[in-house]
Every structure is written in C-alpha cells, then in structure tokens.
C-alpha cells in the first residue's frame, strides 16, 4: 500500500501526518510512504530524517499520488486542485457547517474519512482522544497567557477535552466547575474528580451563575456530525467580570459562544464585550511534534487494516471506520452533510 504524506498548508499548523518513526513502523511491515519535501519541519524533521525512515521524499504531486494520503487538518481552499480524482484523504476534516468545504470536494471527486468521526468498539473516537487531551491541557495554558489572574474556570463539556482541562487547572491550584449535559456524565466527573472539582448541568441558569464569577471559561463541547450549541449567549458575557477570557476549544464545530469566530496562533485573541476569545482551531499545532506522534500512534492501526483488506474492505468490515466516511468518490456520504451542501445522498459503492 503506498501512502502519500503532503505538507500542510493551514496557517500556524507544524504538525505532519506521520513523524519519522510512524514512516519507519509503515516501512517495516510492507507500506511504501511518499512525504513531500519539508514536511516535517514544524516538529524538527528533516527530509533526510524521513529518507532514513524508509520515505520516498517527493514534490507535492508526489505526495498526493499514494493510495492513500494522510494529512493532520482539513483541506484548504484550493488545495484539491489537482489531486487526482478518486484519491482518499484520512485526516482531520470538520466539514460541519462548511458546505462550500463538501462541495469541493465532491466536485474534485475526493474520499475523505474523519479522523474525529472514526469510533472505536466502544464508541469512543481513537484518533480523535489524544488531541482532544492535549487541546484540554492547552486550553488552561493559553487561558493562563492571555487571561487576567485565572483562578476560577468554568469547562461546560464533559469530554477527554474537559476532563484535561480540569486536571491542568488543577495543577495550576484553580478552582474548578464542570457542568454538562446529563446526570450520567456528572457522576462520571465525580468519580474521576472527587470534591476537587464542582459539578452540574449545563442548563442556562447554572452556566450564568457560574460564568459570573469565573475569570475563564472553557468550550469542551463535542457532538460527533453536529454543531456546537451556543450555550453561552452574547447577553451572558456582557455580565462577566471585564478581561475574562473564553477559550473556545470547539471552535471547529462553530464554537460555544454567539461571539466566537475563529483565530489563528499567529494572531490567537480577540476582544469583544469587554472578554478575551482565544479560538484557534488547531490548538495542539503549538506542541507539534508531541501531537504528531501520537497522531501517527492513533492512525498506525487503521493503515494495517487497510493494508491488508484494502481500504474499501476495512470500511466494511469495521463499522467505527465507516462512520469516518464522509465522501466517497466524491459522493456525499453523510446525511447531515448531504443536506448542509444541497447535493444528493450517495452510498460507498
């Protein structure tokens, strides 16, 4: 199976679809990579690093040649020009409410299979897990950074996102509430957590009481096809203590609050009603080599799979892969997404 790694294009990301050691990993049992040239610059790794790996180190055409290209974000726009149609993608790919995104591809003919839609037996999302534990630490960081004094958080969410960001504002000695959907996931938290953290329900009353007296609020929401409920209100902010900050991790879903919009790590806040937004939507991008390998750790399961049936017989033997699928050959798998574009429903033929 040959798989082809480009760069990424995406402003401020520095991460690779596989690091050295992945490519190694592949190389060893059989796989042959083909990584563009410079790819692995954001985590220090050069083409002669991938060279020694087993890679092929290749121009861009090269690199979307394979049949199958990794990449770690979405598409940017105008980078499907030229790939070759039929060409499968598995990376990140929050084409919710990005219409225009699932057009584009459905019009260069492309598969793409979500990294964050991809479940495990359980149903949790494997690949998905280790950047949402790193986007949770991050979150306290940058609310640290560009906050005022944090030392009361709100995380609504109730997620790998959320569990880490309570754990690190812990370390930080914070005070901490957690509120979220259900009665179910408040127990979960309580177990996990003890009294060290309050918790509740994520109702508008209790996100108001607690936004109040919070200096920083934390987006940890995730519902896997959907977008993000704005469960924080325009009107809520403008009664929260002045320079404190939302870190809206869910940002690539549209974001918890009515005011977010997206930032990038090169120009990462803005302010509006009197609080800071920091809403970058590929937050594990500043830690790029840690991100990197674990990414390549999460993914390096499903290539063997592919490799051995295929990648059309691994979706159907595995049903978490398949919920990953949401274009196949250009055909708009998804329903949600199907209706969000206005182009017709196809099956994975």
Known sequence: MHVGVPREVKEGERRVGLDPQGVAMLVREGFRVSIEAGAGQGINADDLDYRRAGAAVVDRAGAWSGDLVLKVKELQPGEAGGVPRGTAVFSFQHLVGAPDAVRALADAGLTAIAYEMVRDESGRFPILAPMSELAGQLAIEAAVEHGRD????????????????????LDHEMQVTVLCSSATSQASLREAFGGDIATGLATP????????????????????????????PRSLLGRMKPGSILVDVC??????????????????????????????????AAV??????????????????????????????????????????????????????GLPLGAIA
């Open 288 to 341: 790029p080599r840690e991100a990197s390998r674990a990414l390549s750790n999460a993914v390096l399961p499903y290539l063997r799979r592919m490799q051995i049936l295929g990648i059309r017989g691994a979706i159907a033997e595995d049903e978490g892969l398949r919920s990953g699928v949401l274009l196949w050959k250009g055909d708009v798998v998804n329903e949600a997404l199907a209706r969000e574009s």
């Open 205 to 232: 009353g209790e996100i108001a009481a607690a936004a109040l007296g919070a200096d920083a609020i934390v987006g940890a929401v995730f519902a896997a096809g959907l977008p993000t409920p704005k469960l924080v």
């Open 150 to 169: 944090v030392r009361r958080v709100l995380i609504i969410g109730a997620g790998r996102v959320a569990r880490a960001a309570a754990d690190t504002a």
């Open 251 to 284: 940002i690539e879903e549209g974001g918890i609050a009515e005011t977010s919009r997206r930032t990038t790590h090169a120009d990462p806040t803005f302010v509006e009603d009197g609080i800071v937004h920091y809403a970058v939507g590929n937050m594990p």
